[in-house]
């Protein structure tokens, strides 16, 4: 049987111009060339209001057991989503994200002339503040425990050589200096003091839910506040 000679075919495409764009969205993040996230938290406050209203709006039975849960799976992960690469530290990056929950709790039956602190307390929803310094030890101790591919984030966290008279843990990590305020808030920089702060008996936790216990025991005091140093 005789082969089938497939003939080669050139293939060319027009030259276009190529604009350029000052803000591109990687893996669902805006990223901007001063990182300053402006166009990324103004996209993700759009959305998890319209997600919000859209509940508010159509569930008359605005009850803790039905709106907490339906908040925690539609629009709290919208808000939260990437807080590790993104994280706000400026005021006008973190109110409007922390709006988005104070509005929503306003109008859950019982507690509304309650303060948003009161309300959370209530509802057992820590704050958006709370929720991204809890955010920053976890990722910490999945990176640090390999719970990731270390290939990938082994660079990421440099633990201290010298731990041995420390008064803090035997995973102390390695602080870099940076001049420029962004790269101070960089996930690598910000996490450093809480993590080195914690007790040894939290870092060296057997599995990560009991590491996420023992985080939420050690802070409890910073877990309806919306100001966490």
């Known amino acids: 049987m005789k082969k089938l000679k497939i003939p080669s075919q050139a293939y060319r495409r027009p030259i276009e111009d190529l604009t350029e764009t000052l803000c591109e969205k990687d893996l669902g993040i805006m990223v901007d060339p001063l990182l300053n996230f402006n166009e990324h938290r103004d996209t993700t406050v759009k959305k998890a209001r319209r997600t919000s209203s859209m509940l508010l709006r159509y569930i008359s039975y605005k009850e803790k057991d039905i709106m907490v849960p339906l908040y925690k799976a539609l ?12 994280c706000p530290y400026k005021e006008k990056d973190i109110k409007p994200i922390e709006k988005v929950q104070r509005n929503f709790t306003k109008h859950i039956n019982g507690i509304r002339n309650l303060s948003y602190e009161e309300r ?3 509802l057992k929803i820590p704050s958006q503040a709370y929720r991204r310094l809890r955010g920053d030890l ?3 101790y999945k990176i640090l425990h390999k719970k990731y591919d270390p290939k990938t984030t082994n660079s990421l966290l440099t633990i201290s050589a010298n731990t041995k008279n420390t008064r803090s843990n035997t995973i102390k990590l390695t602080k870099p200096s ?3 305020q962004p790269y101070q808030m960089f996930f690598t920089n910000r ?32 877990k309806y506040s919306t100001k966490v140093p």
């Open 138 to 140: 976890i990722e910490s």
């Open 120 to 122: 959370m307390k209530k």
């Open 75 to 86: 629009v709290r992960p919208i808000i939260e989503y990437g807080n590790s690469v993104w």
């Open 178 to 180: 940076f001049n420029a």
């Open 191 to 222: 996490v450093i003091n809480h993590w080195n702060s914690l007790p040894e008996e939290i870092v060296t936790a057997r599995s990560l839910n009991v590491f996420k216990n023992k985080i939420d025991k050690h802070f409890c005091h910073l």
